[in-house]
């Protein structure tokens, strides 16, 4: 099953798919073959733990799905200690990695740095790779739905330091959690951010 792009509402999963599902993984799923703001009610309103829509041209109605919304980029990243340990931050009663909104003309690698800088008080950090892109819709405080793309980076720092949160953004904690050791995360977080951790698990598995 070729999924072109997945979009997360909370913990809930919008897949793109080129081809139908087979029977049994429909069950949960509401499945639609046109993106329109009314169909998007309907699933946010419903039940439902998924939403997929079928397209011979997946890429298109993704496109299509887009404009239903306010699109916002950001950047941040998954920081390792030199002990193999990774960062995590608690805002808004979940665990999540350090994000934010990207400025105007800033290089997306700049950004990354400056938010995971600006929320953990974490220096020398040093980009290794880049990593998955995530989508997530939300409503924001002023009633207006958006579409968050968000560019993430696995970093490293050279040295083990004690990470400050960013109380002015709503962040209580900053924390360095063992990767093999993240069920009070996976179990308090957002979709895409459980979807890009078990990336990372796997990645690490492979290297």
């Given at each position: 099953m070729d999924i072109t792009y997945a979009v997360f509402f909370d913990q809930r999963k919008i897949s793109f798919l080129s081809e139908p599902l087979r029977p049994a993984a429909c069950?949960?799923?509401?499945?639609?073959?046109?993106?329109?703001w009314e169909d998007f009610e309907e699933?946010?309103?419903s039940d439902k733990t998924s939403l997929a829509y079928v397209s011979k041209d997946p890429?298109?109605?993704f496109r299509q799905f887009a404009t239903m919304f306010q699109y916002v980029e950001a950047a941040g990243g998954l920081v390792s200690d030199?002990?193999?340990y990774w960062l995590f931050i608690f805002r808004r009663d979940r665990w999540d990695l350090p994000k934010g909104m990207m400025e105007?003309?800033?290089p997306v690698r700049d950004a990354a740095i400056r938010?995971?800088?600006e929320e953990c008080g974490i220096e020398r950090l040093e980009i290794l790779h880049p990593l998955p892109q995530t989508y997530h819709v939300y409503e924001t405080q002023n009633g207006v739905w958006a579409l968050k793309k968000t560019h993430w980076?696995?970093?490293?720092t050279k040295t083990c330091c004690q990470a400050e949160?960013?109380?002015?953004e709503g962040i209580t904690r900053a924390e360095w959690k063992h990767p093999d050791h993240l069920a009070d995360v996976m179990q308090n977080t957002y979709g895409n951010i459980k979807e890009l951790l078990r990336f990372c698990q796997q990645f690490k598995k492979q290297a």
């Amino acid at each position: 099953m070729d999924i072109t792009y997945a979009v997360f509402f909370d913990q809930r999963k919008i897949s793109f798919l080129s081809e139908p599902l087979r029977p049994a993984a429909c069950r949960g799923t509401l499945i639609k073959e046109s993106a329109n703001w009314e169909d998007f009610e309907e699933f946010i309103r419903s039940d439902k733990t998924s939403l997929a829509y079928v397209s011979k041209d997946p890429a298109r109605l993704f496109r299509q799905f887009a404009t239903m919304f306010q699109y916002v980029e950001a950047a941040g990243g998954l920081v390792s200690d030199p002990a193999g340990y990774w960062l995590f931050i608690f805002r808004r009663d979940r665990w999540d990695l350090p994000k934010g909104m990207m400025e105007q003309n800033e290089p997306v690698r700049d950004a990354a740095i400056r938010e995971v800088t600006e929320e953990c008080g974490i220096e020398r950090l040093e980009i290794l790779h880049p990593l998955p892109q995530t989508y997530h819709v939300y409503e924001t405080q002023n009633g207006v739905w958006a579409l968050k793309k968000t560019h993430w980076y696995y970093m490293q720092t050279k040295t083990c330091c004690q990470a400050e949160p960013q109380v002015s953004e709503g962040i209580t904690r900053a924390e360095w959690k063992h990767p093999d050791h993240l069920a009070d995360v996976m179990q308090n977080t957002y979709g895409n951010i459980k979807e890009l951790l078990r990336f990372c698990q796997q990645f690490k598995k492979q290297a």
